[in-house]
C-alpha cells in the first residue's frame, strides 16, 4: 500500500490555479506533521508549506499570499491550493509525511514520501 498519493498536477498558464491533493493510507494518516516540497531540475528539495496535525499550518516566504496548505482529516488528506502561478513555480511537488512537529522546512525531517505531480506553468 503506497503511504502517500499525491494528484492534482498539470499545465497551466502563468497566473493560473492549481490545487495538489495527497492522499495518506495507513499509519502516515497519523504522522505529526506533513508537508509539501518540490523539486525542479537539477535543484534540490524545496519546502513549499507544512501543517501538524492540530491544523497549524507555515508556509516558505516565496509561497505566502499565493499558496495555502490545508487539510481534511475526515478524508485523510492534505491540499496545496496555487495561485497566480508563475513559470519559476514549475517543478515536480512532493508530499511528506513526518512523525515530528518541528524542522519541518526541511526534507530529512520527513518519514515518508509520494511519488511527485507534475506541475508546469508556461507563459
Known amino acids: 500500500q503506497v503511504p502517500l498519493v499525491e494528484s492534482g498536477g498539470g499545465s497551466v498558464q502563468a497566473g493560473g490555479s492549481l490545487t495538489l491533493s495527497c492522499t495518506a493510507s495507513?499509519?502516515?494518516?497519523?504522522?505529526?506533521?506533513m508537508g509539501w516540497f518540490r523539486q525542479a531540475p537539477g535543484q534540490e528539495r524545496q519546502f513549499v508549506a507544512a501543517?501538524?496535525?492540530?491544523?497549524?499550518?507555515y508556509s516558505a516566504d516565496f509561497a505566502q499570499g499565493r499558496f495555502t496548505i490545508s487539510r481534511d482529516n475526515a478524508k485523510r488528506a492534505i491540499y496545496l491550493q496555487m495561485n497566480d502561478l508563475k513559470p519559476e513555480d514549475t517543478a515536480v511537488y512532493y508530499c511528506?509525511?513526518?512523525?515530528?512537529?518541528?524542522?519541518?522546512?526541511?526534507?530529512?525531517?520527513?518519514?515518508?514520501w509520494g511519488q511527485g505531480t507534475q506541475v508546469t506553468v508556461t507563459v
Open positions: 511528506g509525511a513526518s512523525w515530528l512537529a518541528s524542522n519541518l522546512g526541511g526534507p530529512k525531517s520527513y518519514d515518508y
Open positions: 501543517i501538524l496535525s492540530g491544523g497549524m499550518a
Open positions: 495507513g499509519r502516515t494518516y497519523f504522522a505529526t506533521g
